[in-house]
């Protein structure tokens, strides 16, 4: 529960493996930190973005035997996509608006948290693939002398290959300097997922009420004139995982299905004329995500005679490019193909009100609960299971980046790979590795050793 307004910090929080207390602190100071994807700024960036993301483990996991090329297999993959990528971003303005709305939410928090709490909180923000990194703000956080941080990932739910990729850098730079950041240096907690806050559930239903009262009387008669029962539909576009991260243990996909069940029940009912969907998008590489994908779920909508429809991008806190144009544009075009005529999507939490107020109340929240630290969110989401398990034997390069179509077959079971199609993988994969590395060599496609 939130804390009521007050004029001083809230009840010291304790941490019950280490018995840590922020009650150990004198003089406490306390910090922020938002973590985030991040994003290029200009076209000049993407390149070294898409660099940094595809060199992340938890982002392209090579076989054990090919761990080694791993920053070779970043350069290959990042030299090859960025051209495409910079077009996209381009037809967005030219780069991520990530950042400017992550220092928005940052700073009107901060305000939240001093108007409402009495709570002086300086805050800061790590990206994880550009700027600012994660490590600029960490060593900004021990020079303003922070000794009470709380840690926030601007991931609702819980994914290793977004908040767990986060945490693994913080877990490694908080053991290299224990001298500064050891429990009694700072005290730490973490907030690894937040999907199911009333505050942040009913911004986002908030969001999608006002696209849903936007239909007018002619597109609601149209959306039943081809039989179709529901006259309105919402399809939630969660970013997709591969389906191996799931099988590790990885906690976003129930999460995702929780979030959307909360949000459904505060909008109207199928009774009402609202039916719900839900489907994953952002896939990359040859392996399995998590079903169904959202540009299968489209055309499928659109044979159903569904002609008014709701997009919301339920992972994304902010615009950035696969909201922008991912989902304005190609989606969009796509649904229009399909027949889905009267299309609306409805944005990000950005700066909504509602979902500011949340953030400030997660924090105040955090300072007055049990601390859970970096080590104890990881081991609680699984976190490091996918070396663990049986994904490091699937030999598998997979590409990460949350009831409708398709739901009572492949979303609601657990998406396995059978035998012949892991060794088909593994063939593939390696197939992979050596075409860069002859692409490399000799500067040209593959293609070109087979012209005559």
Known sequence: ?????????????????????????????????????????????????????????????????????????????SKRRAPKSREAYDSIGGGSPILQYTKAQADLMAKSLKDRYGIEAKTYIGMRYWYPFTEEALEQIKKDGINALVILPLYPQFSISTSGSSLRVLQEEFAKNVDVYGPKKMFHTVIPSWYDRPGYVKSVADLIQKELDSFTPEEITEGTSEGQPFPKHVLFSAHGVPASYIEAGDPYRDQIIDCVERIKALLPSEEDGVKVHLSFQSRVGPVEWLRPYTDDVLPELGEQGVKNLVVVPISFVSEHIETLEEIDIEYRELALESGIMNWRRSPALNTDATFIQDMADMVADALSEPSQSITEACVANNVGNLELESVSNQMEISSAGVMGVGFDDDLAGRARLRKGEILNGRIAMVGIVLTMLLELLSGKPLIHFFYW
């Not at 001083?8 to 840590?20: D, F, M, R």
């Open 1 to 77: 529960m939130s804390l009521d307004k007050q004029n001083t910090l809230p009840p010291y929080p304790w941490n019950e493996a280490t018995g840590s207390s922020l009650a150990d602190i004198t003089d406490p100071k306390v910090g922020v930190l938002l973590l985030n994807l991040g994003g290029p700024e200009t076209g000049e960036d993407v390149e070294g973005f898409l660099y940094n993301l595809f060199a992340d483990p938890d982002i392209i996991r090579l076989p054990p035997f090919l761990t080694p090329l791993q920053s070779f297999v970043a350069t290959i993959i």
